[in-house]
């Protein structure tokens, strides 16, 4: 799974620069979300890092969020994340990652983040880097 696209296309398929404090914000979002991957914590990805409104589009296709996740997330093993940039533009967010995990090809991506109550979350996942 680990595979940023991996990973959320099974999510996304059921349903100016950054700086400063946004930068780091996000920063520390995507890796909450690499970590909650690393030890398949479900809970925390539905609650926590993923975007209500791609969490509530999963329910609604008949499926609890963490069922859906658990199939690709069980399956990484050994996964990292390297952010190599970030754009924001006001509540909106995107970001260049670098990802692998054994057994599977490095990837380049593009992570969609929206701020929500404050937070930043994440809103798409299997975009490939622009």
Same mark, same amino acid.
């Given at each position: 799974m680990w595979r940023?696209g991996?990973?959320?296309?099974a999510?996304?398929?059921? #349903?100016?620069c950054?700086?400063g404090s946004?930068?780091?914000?996000i920063r ?19 609650n ?6 791609l969490?509530?589009?999963?329910e609604a296709?008949?499926? $609890?969020?963490?069922?859906a996740?658990? $199939?690709? %997330?069980?399956? +990484? %093993?050994? $996964?990292?994340?390297t %952010?190599k ?6 509540? #909106?967010?995107s970001?260049?990652v670098?990802t +692998?995990?054994a057994n599977?090809?490095p990837?380049d991506d593009?992570?969609s983040?929206?701020?929500v ?6 809103a798409?996942l299997a975009?490939?880097?622009l």
């Open positions: 940023t991996a990973v959320l296309v999510v996304l398929a059921i #349903t100016g950054g700086g946004d930068d780091r914000a520390s979002t995507l890796d909450g979300f690499a970590k909650a991957i690393a030890v398949h914590d479900l809970k925390a990805l539905c926590v890092y993923l975007a209500p409104k969490v509530d589009g999963v296709a008949g499926l $609890p969020c963490e069922a996740l658990r $199939p690709q %997330v069980s399956a +990484t %093993v050994g $996964p990292t994340m %952010v940039s970030v754009r924001v533009t006001g509540d #909106t967010a970001a260049q670098h +692998t995990a599977q090809p990837s593009t992570i983040l929206v701020r109550d404050g937070s930043w979350r994440v798409s975009q490939p880097a």
